[in-house]
């Protein structure tokens, strides 16, 4: 990564994936966008284009399918966990001998326990690769970790809106600290994405995790934003017992959760009117993430001998909920 304008990747052209390649763009560097169907035509047709607190921009993008984007120097691969898998076998292609990979999702990663050098080391997280897929797709020694703290919308194909600060996190998933991770995040931060180079990734992970969990799955059970999440007396003391429960297993495995949880409810609540990601999705009738925010955190604790009693209620209610919105929906569709 000594080019000033770097080949950069982008797989997954959603909410995520549009505002990093329209910061790179504008940073000058070379973004190439895994995608098809309509989002392929509306990127060829009019590039990328992001609303931020900044305001409005326009990014030049190359778009393409698998065969038609050749290898990048960093690939970020912007999915949901349910479609990582089939994200990471058709940008095989743009991964060559140099490329690093970034996967930005949410929950607990598949490589999570790869070159953490703990007992569980190697070790598969089942919810997220059920299969080992995603081991076999992805070379391990160039996986950089990733922690986005950026809540955006997509608007529509290509275009996206992110009104919080750009924050990531990143560092070497065995906990070393390397050249080419410093100098990935001063790509990043130069382009205007606020970055920390951790050398105990997971550390920041967790935090990440935690937000997730204790946002996630309760606004598609209420319905709520941010604010009242975290800010509503009805609300709020679920949200903190749920995050009691993710805090003593991210404890169990040595984590150090950077903010104490009135601070993590407070930060959660200054977040405003915004909805989670799954709300987005269950509102759209799209699957839900459940498996990395939910199901890997359960399984990681279960490992440690802990319960999750709160956090498995709320996350049956919400695959109910899904399940009878999605039966509506079939319904009202049949002739």
């Known amino acids: 990564m000594t080019d000033p304008s770097l080949r950069i990747g982008i797989a997954g052209a959603g909410a995520i994936g549009t505002t990093l390649g329209v910061r790179f763009a504008l940073g000058g560097h070379r973004v190439s966008v895994l995608a098809r169907g309509g989002t ?7 590039g990328l284009r992001l609303v931020d607190r900044q305001g409005e921009h326009h990014a030049p993008a190359t778009a393409g399918g698998p065969d038609d984007l050749g290898e990048q120097d960093v690939l970020f691969l912007c999915a949901k966990a349910q479609d990582l898998a089939a994200l990471a076998r058709s ?7 140099g ?23 190697g070790r598969t997280v089942r919810a997220v690769d059920p299969d080992g897929s995603l081991k076999a797709l992805l070379p391990m020694d160039r996986i950089i970790g990733s922690v986005a703290f ?15 600060p750009l ?11 390397t050249g080419r991770a410093d100098r990935l995040g001063a790509v990043l931060t130069a382009c205007g994405i606020d970055t920390t180079v951790s050398d105990r990734v997971r550390d920041p992970l967790w935090t990440k995790v935690i937000a997730n969990l204790t946002s996630n799955p309760l606004s598609v059970v209420t319905g709520a934003t941010l604010r009242d999440i975290y800010g509503d007396p009805s609300l709020a003391p679920i949200a903190r017992q ?13 984590a ?5 949880p009135v601070s993590l409810l407070a930060m959660g609540a200054g977040m405003g009117d915004v909805k989670t990601s799954m709300l987005q999705d269950f509102e759209k009738g799209l699957p839900l993430e459940l ?13 440690q001998g802990l319960s999750m009693p709160l956090t498995k209620n709320i996350a049956s209610l919400v695959r109910y909920k899904s399940a009878s919105a999605a039966g509506c929906r079939k319904e009202e569709g049949a002739p």
């Open 40 to 46: 392929l035509d509306a990127i060829r047709d009019h």
């Open 91 to 97: 940008s095989q292609g743009m991964i060559g001998p």
């Open 99 to 121: 490329t690093l990979v970034v996967p930005v999702v949410n929950g607990i990663p598949w490589w999570y326990f790869e070159g953490e050098g703990g007992r569980h080391d």
């Open 150 to 164: 950026i809540t955006a919308e997509r608007l529509a194909p290509g275009v996206a809106r992110s009104l919080n």
């Open 167 to 177: 924050r990531l996190s990143i560092g070497e998933i065995t906990h070393r600290h």
């Open 242 to 254: 749920m995050l009691d429960e993710a805090l003593l297993t991210a404890a169990s495995f040595g």
């Open 256 to 260: 150090r959760v950077a903010l104490d």
């Open 291 to 303: 498996s990395s925010i939910c199901d890997a955190v359960i399984e990681l604790a279960e490992m």
